[in-house]
């Protein structure tokens, strides 16, 4: 069976430190992968997807990247973290279009 | 603007006391509507796929239905296990793979 995994669970940071969250998925090839953000009682917002190695969309101008080195492989990142930065993130992948995405369980993170 | 809502926000209900959730979508072609179960500190967790109006699922206690604008999570017979944030999202035509998420409904079931 599939499962994707998130890491770190929590991640306290200072303004403008460099930020890296890695999310893998195991048991499938070519999924569909992506970054959510989702703000205290507020939907789910994408912020990045990915149909394959290298390949990445961007859905918000941002400070934050993206990035697909291997194909179960996401990384989320940041040269220089804002406050604004805060939040619950959230990767996912999919089998393909239409298909169900499926979630980790996220990494908090806190800027102070 | 493709928007997906939900209400209510928030719902308080006693064990056994059956009652709904709803999303409401306004997208310009619906390719499919999806609920999940979000619980505190977790990644949300999926429960069904709709496709078209008048499709309907089940899983235990909960029933998704689907019309042309507007979906409805059916809960029977609530335990207090069943209380979680539950999310829909929708995916449209005009967007390649890409969500669109309700804000969601807390749902609060005491014994």
């Known amino acids: 069976s599939q499962t994707i995994h998130q890491w770190p669970a929590t991640l306290v940071q200072p303004v403008g430190s460099p930020l890296s969250l890695e999310c893998t998925v195991e048991?499938?090839?070519?999924?569909?992968l992506y970054w959510y953000r989702q703000a205290a009682g507020r939907g789910l917002q994408l912020l990045f997807y990915?149909?394959?190695?290298?390949?990445i969309s961007s859905e918000v101008p941002q400070n934050l990247s993206a990035s697909r080195p291997q194909d179960r492989q996401f990384i989320l990142s940041s040269k220089k973290l804002l406050l604004s930065d805060s939040g619950f993130y959230l990767c996912?992948?999919?089998?393909?279009?239409?298909?169900?995405?499926?979630f980790g369980d996220g990494t908090r993170l806190s800027i102070l | 603007e493709d928007q997906v809502t939900q209400s209510p926000e928030a719902l308080r209900l006693q064990e056994g006391e059956s009652s709904s959730l709803n999303c409401s979508y306004t997208?310009?072609?619906?390719?499919?509507l999806f609920w999940y179960r979000q619980d505190p500190g977790k990644g949300p967790e999926f429960l069904f796929t709709?496709?078209?109006a008048g499709e309907e699922k089940e899983k235990e206690r909960l029933k998704a239905t689907l019309t042309k604008k507007e979906s409805f999570l059916h809960i029977t017979a609530p335990k207090p296990e069943d209380s979680a944030t539950y999310l829909c999202a929708v995916l449209f035509s005009g967007g390649y793979n890409k969500l669109i998420f309700g804000a969601g409904t807390r749902l609060a079931v005491h014994p």
């Open positions: 990915s149909v394959g190695i290298g390949q």
């Open positions: 996912a992948w999919s089998p393909g279009e239409g298909q169900p995405q499926h």
């Open positions: 997208v310009s072609g619906l390719r499919g």
């Open positions: 709709l496709y078209s």
């Open positions: 048991g499938t090839s070519n999924p569909n």
